[in-house]
T-cell receptor, first 116, second 111 residues
Framework: NAGVTQTPKFRILKIGQSMTLQCTQD?????MYWYRQDPGMGLKLIYY???????DKGEVPNGYNVSRSTTEDFPLRLELAAPSQTSVYFC???????????????FGPGTRLTVT | KNEVEQSPQNLTAQEGEFITINCSYS?????LHWLQQHPGGGIVSLFM???GKKKHGRLIATINIQEKHSSLHITASHPRDSAVYIC?????????????FGTGTLLAVQP
């Protein structure tokens, strides 16, 4: 299994440009997540999905959009990139949990994005 | 105040030392994760625990649910243990399951 893969690894965008960060998992996980990690801050949840066709906002969704047409793929779209979106982006996946049972999350290698 | 607090933020140790990283949380959780992130690298799950203690090699994680506190211990530390260690509280929310992350502890083990 490749686990969780993300592309690209690095990207520089100009202000106002758009791009899509790709995320794919081959573990048949139903839950997928997008996080951003800023220096000195904990990871913040941008969007998550509990299954194909179902997505919801996390803590910091503004400026981003997602879709989940298949179990495997969960792309993150940046429209009109802004310097505040300079960050490292991580995709993760897991099985669903319950109140009594939690499953670990598997993380992709990250995408380092700079907006200038 | 963050819902998940870690201490210390930075830690420098000599090779061979016993290391403890602490994590306190203020929310109700189903489990607590300890994660490791190497410089420039991805994030790897080390432990997930909801009670008691778990051990993997030189790493030991403990949790006290009543006190809402967890610790990560590294015995006989080695320079390759140098990384950021992150604790994350798993919060069950019905249809949604979320991790709430601490800001991480940067560990440097010197030879």
């Amino acid at each position: 299994n490749a686990g969780v893969t993300q592309t690209p690894k690095f990207r520089i965008l100009k202000i106002g440009q758009s791009m899509t960060l790709q995320c794919t998992q081959d573990m048949n996980h139903n839950y997928m997540y997008w996080y951003r990690q800023d220096p000195g801050m904990g990871l913040k949840l941008i969007y998550y999905s509990v299954g194909a066709g179902i997505t919801d906002k996390g803590e910091v969704p503004n400026g981003y959009n997602v879709s989940r047409s298949t179990t495997e793929d969960f792309p993150l779209r940046l429209e009109l990139a802004a310097p505040s979106q300079t960050s490292v982006y991580f995709c993760a996946s897991s099985y669903a949990g319950t109140a009594r049972l939690a499953y670990e999350q598997y993380f992709g290698p990250g995408t380092r994005l700079t907006v200038t | 105040k963050n819902e998940v607090e870690q201490s210390p933020q930075n830690l420098t140790a000599q090779e061979g030392e016993f290391i403890t990283i602490n994590c306190s949380y203020s929310v109700g959780i189903s489990a607590l994760h300890w994660l490791q992130q190497h410089p420039g690298g991805g994030i790897v799950s080390l432990f997930m625990l909801s009670s008691g203690k778990k051990k993997h090699g030189r790493l030991i994680a403990t949790i006290n649910i009543q006190e809402k506190h967890s610790s990560l211990h590294i015995t006989a530390s080695h320079p390759r243990d140098s990384a950021v260690y992150i604790c994350a509280a798993f919060q069950y929310g019905g249809a949604t399951n979320k991790l709430i992350f601490g800001t991480g502890t940067l560990l440097a083990v010197q030879p």
